[in-house]
């Protein structure tokens, strides 16, 4: 019995690691990417080019969904900060 090898997608990296862990991941890709671009007269290997691309939909997914979860009231700071002056607190 041969072993296929499995396809990891980018929800598949969303679902595994935190957005730090993503950002990591994703700095070493492109020094490694870097690395072979110099040693291959500027050709990097599909399987770095697949990681990258895998990697930074993953990290589109993570901010995507921080937006939908964290919505921001572009005003609520001024409001605060301006109440907690009048207020002398």
Do not use: C, H
Not at 13 to 18: E, N, T
């Amino acid at each position: 019995m041969s072993a296929v090898p499995m396809a990891i997608t980018a929800q598949d990296v969303a679902k595994g690691l935190s957005m730090f862990e993503i950002d990591e991941s994703l700095e070493a890709l492109v020094e490694e990417a870097e690395q072979e671009a110099e040693s291959n007269n500027g050709e990097i290997s599909l399987g770095t080019k697949t990681a990258l691309a895998t990697y930074a939909e993953a990290f589109g997914y993570k901010v995507v969904r921080r937006q939908l979860l964290l919505p921001v009231d572009d005003n609520y700071f001024s409001r605060s900060t301006t109440t907690t002056f009048l207020s002398g607190r």
